[in-house]
């Protein structure tokens, strides 16, 4: 069955960075675009930009253009997302998410909780 | 970028119940509208895409519906496991984005 495990929790502080990563199962790993979605504290949900597993091409809303970058190592079946620049307003749960087809998330990781403390 | 809207932002219902959450665009979306159910700590999941499809494994009392710019996702009989938030998303056009949810409880 399809499985997206992302890497534990994270700590940081104001101005840092942080990288997140996906690891993807169960299906053919360069058939599938991945997306990754982030949800504030009691929060709606927020996309915030999509990368080919099979060319590595992205796309980033105009929000995060600048500040967060994806990428994919297919030999691990691992797809990462950096945000730079962190702030107290980036703390938040980050999902990975299979698009089964295009910006639609059939299958989702279990979740990153990032803080951002001083 | 385009706007949902989702109404209403909460109910409250009994089991057995038929449950209807609305959502509406702020353009046509050309039936590029998916709905997820998420649950406290959980990831979303997807239950319909493409306003009217059934993703695999979900139960057939979920059903979408809509075209255009209005959209509906229907529960015909609740039961205990869909007390959750809903959301709505529009996948026409990047940057996709989601309507601002609809948590079902219990009455």
């Known amino acids: 069955q399809v499985q997206l495990v992302q890497s534990g929790a994270e700590v940081k502080k104001p101005g840092a960075s942080v990288k997140v990563s996906c690891k993807a199962s169960?299906?053919?790993?360069?058939?599938?675009?991945i997306s990754w979605v982030r949800q504030a504290p009691g929060q709606g949900l927020e996309w915030m930009g999509w990368i080919s597993c099979q060319t590595g091409n992205t796309n980033y809303p105009q929000k995060f253009r600048g500040r967060v970058t994806m990428t994919t190592d297919t030999a691990t079946r691992t797809v990462y997302m950096e945000l730079r620049s962190l702030r107290s307003d980036d703390t938040a749960v980050y999902y990975c998410?299979?698009?089964?087809?295009?910006?639609?998330?059939?299958?989702w990781g279990q979740g990153t909780l990032v803080t951002v403390s001083s | 970028d385009i706007q949902m809207t989702q109404s209403p932002s909460s109910l409250s219902a009994s089991v057995g119940d038929r449950v209807t959450i609305t959502c509406r665009a702020s353009?046509?979306?050309?039936?590029?509208l998916n709905w997820y159910q998420q649950k406290p700590g959980k990831a979303p999941k997807l239950l319909i895409y493409?306003?009217?499809t059934l993703q695999s494994g979900v139960p057939s009392r979920f059903s979408g519906s809509g075209s255009g710019t209005d959209f509906t996702l229907t529960i015909s009989s609740l039961q205990p496991e869909d007390f959750a938030t809903y959301f709505c998303q529009q996948s026409n056009s990047a940057p996709p984005t989601f309507g601002g949810g609809t948590k079902v409880d219990i009455k």
């Open positions: 998410a299979r698009d089964i087809v295009s910006y639609t998330g059939g299958d």
């Open positions: 353009q046509s979306i050309n039936n590029y």
């Open positions: 493409v306003a009217s």
């Open positions: 169960g299906y053919t790993f360069t058939s599938y675009g």
